[in-house]
């Protein structure tokens, strides 16, 4: 089976108080390397995620600069971000630490 392409990963989000999210931070592929730690507010990552890109929760390994722990992949439900599995009436990112 082949493995699905990765273009982002998610390592912390932070939520707005009606529970949308305000900002992720993670870390995107630009080729085949990956970049520094970046924030994606709400509406960009809605608009990546509409455009087909794949983000998984996840951390980098520490001195190891493109390999990552990952967990679970990140999708659009009836406009809220979540996790596989997930069915919400908001966002939710099940296993991301919050900062």
């Known amino acids: 089976m082949a493995?699905?392409?990765?273009?982002?990963?998610i390592e912390a989000v932070r939520y707005n108080p009606d529970g949308s999210i305000k900002v992720v931070r993670g870390y995107e592929r630009r080729g085949v390397v990956w970049t520094d730690e970046i924030m994606i507010n709400r509406d960009d990552l809605v608009n990546r995620?509409?455009?087909?890109?794949?983000?998984?929760?996840?951390?980098?390994?520490?001195?190891l600069g493109s390999v990552f722990d990952t967990g679970q992949g990140?999708?659009?439900?009836?406009?809220?971000?979540?996790?596989?599995?997930?069915?919400?009436?908001?966002?939710?990112?099940?296993g991301v630490g919050i900062f």
């Open 74 to 94: 990140i999708h659009l439900s009836d406009d809220h971000i979540v996790t596989n599995g997930h069915a919400t009436s908001r966002d939710m990112l099940d």
């Open 49 to 63: 995620l509409k455009n087909g890109k794949q983000f998984v929760t996840g951390t980098r390994k520490t001195y």
């Open 3 to 9: 493995r699905v392409k990765i273009d982002g990963v």
